[in-house]
């Protein structure tokens, strides 16, 4: 019996557990080591913060999709591991040994700005983020005193963040018959544009939009230090925040340096063309915590889905002793960037579109990405599974 371990519930891993669960490995037990149960799929993140969608639709429940492909989950963190002796730690449980082994843990927040861990709020990793976004929303709630709010990060991410709190805060307050305008919104960039990885007709539309809703910009400003109530920002100068939502500068989890693997200067594990690492045979990594040698990747989720489809065949054919598959990104992905309501911009190279026809379009998309792991069948491969609990 060979033993394959996942460490990560991240999109990469869903979609091998649905395949090895759709067509099981004899002679392969499966172990799922994830600290959280229900996974979230960051398509629907600022779906979910507007309000548009509730927590059941946007988070994958792992223990029910682990039953599925017959895999044993264990609830707990993950700490170290040992790859001379092929054991994965979690805690003060038994180390869990393992002859093939794939991470998929997602990135976790860039602690080097001064004051950014303690004073920030950090959006990745989601799971961990959406109950301080709660408490944010409780606290607008709760008080009719002026309230600054900054996003730091001027990509996708952080301006559809801003968008989606905006457009929540907003309509619970109008629903409550209070006035939003005490609610006051900065985003922060380091570089001189915001979305500087998308075309111009894109950056011109999101420049619009955040300027009828009252966002100001600060382009060129790299947040060099932040304190409770106030950042400083690379020109001198600073800024007062009641609440600062940090979507920038993610790193790996420490202890992945710690185990021997090779990484790149952030700390991600470095892979091949096969996801394999490039210094552990045996060892995979997909998603944000893997930086392919040779290809700079932006840390997206669409990279992490498709690396899952090109994961799964070569986590069988190691098993089997087989020769491993090269994976080939694709150069350029449709982003659709969402604005809070119901409205979306396309882009990819080039292109630009938009309406709220494209918002409806990514619905779509991401409900039926949400099916194939929520509208299980019966799972062939379930007499293998147990839990192990915290």
């Known amino acids: 019996m060979k033993e ?54 946007a988070h994958i429940d792992l223990q029910r999709l682990a039953r599925f492909a017959g895999a044993g989950v264990i609830f707990e963190e993950v700490t170290a591991i040992d790859t ?14 393992f002859d093939v082994l794939s991470i998929n843990i997602g990135s976790t927040p860039n602690a080097t700005v001064p004051g950014a861990a303690d004073h920030a709020i950090a959006v990745k990793p989601i799971d961990r983020f959406l109950p301080q ?23 996708a991410g952080g301006v559809e963040l801003l968008l989606s709190v905006q457009f929540r805060l907003r309509a619970l307050l109008a629903a409550q018959g209070r006035a939003a305008d005490r609610l006051a919104f900065h985003l922060f960039t380091s570089s001189d544009t915001i979305l500087p990885t998308h075309n111009a007709r894109v950056r011109a539309t999101f420049d619009r939009i955040l300027l009828a809703r009252d966002v100001r910009v600060h382009p060129s400003s790299r947040v060099t230090q932040v ?88 986590l069988r054919r190691v098993l089997a002793g087989r020769r491993l598959l090269l994976y080939t990104p694709q150069r350029r992905f449709l982003s659709l960037i969402s604005t809070g309501d119901r409205f979306a911009v396309a882009s990819r190279g080039p292109l630009a579109f938009q309406g709220r026809w494209v918002w409806r379009w990514k619905d779509a998309i991401d409900r039926r990405f949400m099916r194939r792991y929520q509208n299980l069948p019966e799972g062939p491969a379930e007499a293998g599974h147990y839990v192990r609990e915290r």
């Open 4 to 57: 394959l371990v996942l460490v990560g519930g991240g999109h990469s891993h869903v979609a091998v557990l649905r395949r090895f669960g759709i067509r099981p490995v004899p002679e392969v037990r499966i172990t799922l080591i994830s600290r959280r149960v229900d996974t979230p799929y960051s398509g629907m993140l600022p779906g979910l913060i507007a309000g548009h969608y509730t927590y059941d639709e």
């Open 84 to 97: 001379a002796r092929r054991l994965v730690h979690c805690g003060r449980l038994t180390p869990v040994p």
């Open 133 to 155: 976004w709660d408490a944010l929303r409780d606290r607008v709630l709760a008080d009719d005193r002026p309230r600054t709010i900054a996003v730091v990060g001027g990509g």
């Open 227 to 314: 304190t409770p109530g106030r950042l400083r920002v690379s020109t001198g100068e600073t800024y007062d925040a009641d609440d600062i939502l940090w979507t920038t500068e993610a790193r790996a989890a420490s202890w992945i340096r710690d185990s021997g693997l090779a990484t790149d200067p952030e700390g991600f594990v470095s892979v091949g063309a096969t996801l394999e690492s490039v210094s552990h045979p045996g060892i995979f990594a997909a998603g944000d915590v893997a930086s392919m040698v040779g290809r700079r990747l932006q840390k997206s989720g669409v990279y992490a889905v498709r690396q899952g489809q090109a994961l799964a065949p070569n």
